[in-house]
């Protein structure tokens, strides 16, 4: 079994603080950043909480990234912001735009952000979240590198290209779901190799081409997307979206420019708004109503909508004032700081 280590949800807080500012991240971008690590470590997200920790750092090491980067603005009458992270980490730049993406929502019933020349480590709930705690319902897409073999290949073209979407739901929690576009998100893999686990089948081939269950392996060859051909389809979907669309790089032009293994991916992220009070003909009630109808229908049959297990962790975490995280990462990470 492995032994676990409890971290009150201050000491997480301090530690991603700790870790960032001794790597060289400035103020601003080390609390966007440890704020980001925080909502996802509190809500057991184990792939992009703490452990997301050793990539900033690899990726600052790797002289790549700019920790003091301020990012510009552009804005226009149009229903498009533009926010340039100028090289820093995606986080920042986020947070400046947002409340101009908000607002440009209202005003248009759509809007978009796109954010350039950005560093990217992070889960994208925590961002569609913000979002439809503004009543607006959200999506964001980001390529990575090209780890992810498309259907019927045989070596990395995608990113492992997460999608975000979040619903506002009056008095409850929103419907959000946020996943990679491969079978399992890299930092899934890599937790894999870390508990020296196997994976489940489908998840990868190895450097051959052949199916494997060794993250390892996995690793040094391809991974693959969900759901065969679709999830590969809605994988280039991003990139061209999230690349192309928005004057910004693929995953493979994000491995290309990248000095070092481990280094997080550099490119450009898209995040779609849409506000119902413009959409929904003045009857958003009687519309929201009809969501919820739907949601109950699922829940009825014994399913469950996706998040409800982030938000069940979150309630425990908080109500117990606690996180736990293996004893072996907690070494690790105090190790970064060494
Ligand atoms: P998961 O497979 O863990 O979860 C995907 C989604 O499906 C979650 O919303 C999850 O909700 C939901 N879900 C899981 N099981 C069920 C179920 N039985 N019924 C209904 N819904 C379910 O996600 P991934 O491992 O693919 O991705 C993890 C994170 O990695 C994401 O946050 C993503 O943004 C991030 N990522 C970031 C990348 C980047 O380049 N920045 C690249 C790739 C991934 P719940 O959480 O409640 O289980
Ligand atoms: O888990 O696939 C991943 C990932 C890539 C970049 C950040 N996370």
């Not at 971290?7 to 301090?14: P, T």
């Not at 700019?66 to 552009?74: I, N, R, S, T, V």
């Not at 894999?192 to 196997?198: D, I, Q, S």
Request: one cysteine or more; aromatic letters at 8%.
């Amino acid at each position: 079994m492995t032994s676990v280590q409890k971290l009150s949800l201050q000491e997480v807080k301090d530690l991603a603080l700790s870790v960032l500012r001794h790597a060289g991240f400035g103020e601003a971008h080390a609390g966007a950043i440890a704020e980001m690590l925080y909502a996802c470590q509190l809500d057991d997200c184990q792939s992009h909480g703490l452990f997301r920790l050793f990539m900033c750092v690899q990726t600052m090491q790797s002289g790549d990234v700019d920790g003091q980067a301020q990012p510009d603005l552009h804005i226009s009458e149009k229903a498009v912001v533009r926010a340039d992270a100028r090289g820093g980490m995606s986080l920042l730049a986020f947070e400046k735009a947002l409340p101009v993406l908000i607002e440009k929502t209202r005003h248009h019933g759509i809007a978009a952000l796109a954010i350039n020349k950005c560093y990217h480590f992070s889960a994208l709930w925590p961002e569609v979240e913000r979002l439809s705690a503004a009543g607006l319902a959200a999506m964001a897409m980001v390529p990575s590198h090209a780890w992810v073999a498309p259907a019927g290949g045989t070596r990395g073209s995608l990113g492992t290209n997460p999608l975000a979407f979040s619903w506002p739901r009056a008095g409850k929690d929103p419907f959000t779901f946020d996943f990679a576009t491969s079978g399992f998100a890299r930092g899934e893999i890599e937790l894999y190799k870390r508990a020296g686990k196997p994976l489940p089948p489908g998840v990868a081939i190895d450097k051959s081409g052949n199916p494997t269950t060794d993250p390892e392996a996995a690793l040094e060859g391809a991974m693959l997307t969900f759901g065969g051909y679709k999830g590969s389809a809605l994988s280039i979907m991003i990139e061209l979206l999230a690349g192309p669309l928005i004057d910004d790089l693929t995953s493979l032009e994000s491995m290309a420019h990248a000095s070092k293994a481990g280094s997080a991916p550099y490119h450009g992220e898209i995040i779609l708004a849409f506000d119902p009070a413009v959409f929904s003909a003045g009857r958003v009630a009687e519309n929201d109503a009809r969501a919820e109808r739907l949601f109950a229908d699922i829940l009825d049959q014994g399913a469950r909508l996706p998040s409800q297990r982030r938000f069940a962790a979150r309630a425990r975490n908080q109500q117990r004032g606690y996180v736990e995280i293996p004893v072996a990462l907690y070494n690790d990470l105090c190790a970064l700081m060494a």
